[in-house]
């Protein structure tokens, strides 16, 4: 749900957000209790194509208006599942990026080279998801911070809010 529009009440009838809020355990601005928070890393898993950095602004819009103090203390974290899988005959490698991948493929002259879309994490075995997203030796997780507070709040106002075609 995008919270950046509705009043307070409705976003609180949704289920998902009832659950999320239930799941930290913190409640929400300005009765945040920190104390009482359940995990100490909040990780926003997505699809590695549009769809997916849809839903992870979507939760970053609602930890920003309803949990700022998950953000400003570090608990909230990206995960980055990888976008491709290539392959040849000697080695496995996970592109994050189109343009990592187009830089495998220069450097690899192989005609049995193979490739493989992860447009879902369902797509991915669940080695290969652990691998490339979930074990901490491996994955890439991006801790979420504010730089600026001013120019967050501007542009999940302009991403999110009523005029979005801009």
Excluded: C
């Excluded at 359940?38 to 602004?57: C, F, K, L, S």
């Excluded at 040849?88 to 830089?103: G, P, Q, R």
Aim: proline share 5%; aromatic share 10%.
């Amino acid at each position: 749900m995008n919270v950046e529009k509705p009043p307070t009440i409705k976003i609180f009838d949704n289920q998902e957000i009832t659950s999320l809020n239930t799941a930290i355990g913190v409640g929400i601005n300005p009765e945040i209790n920190m104390t009482k928070l359940r995990y100490h890393r909040v990780v926003i898993m997505t699809d590695a194509d549009v769809e997916g950095a849809y839903i992870r602004i979507l939760m970053l819009t609602f930890f920003f208006r309803y949990m700022l103090p998950l953000i400003e203390q570090g608990h909230v974290f990206i995960a980055q599942p990888p976008l491709h899988k290539f392959s040849t005959v000697k080695m496995v490698k996970y592109a994050y990026s189109d343009e990592e991948l187009e830089n495998f493929k220069k450097n690899t002259n192989n005609a049995r080279n193979t490739l493989q879309l992860y447009k879902r994490l369902g797509e991915m075995n669940p080695g290969q998801l652990w691998e490339t997203t979930m074990d901490p030796t491996n994955r890439i997780l991006l801790k979420v911070t504010i730089e600026d507070a001013i120019n967050a709040d501007k542009q999940f106002s302009f991403l999110m809010g009523a005029d979005v075609g801009p």
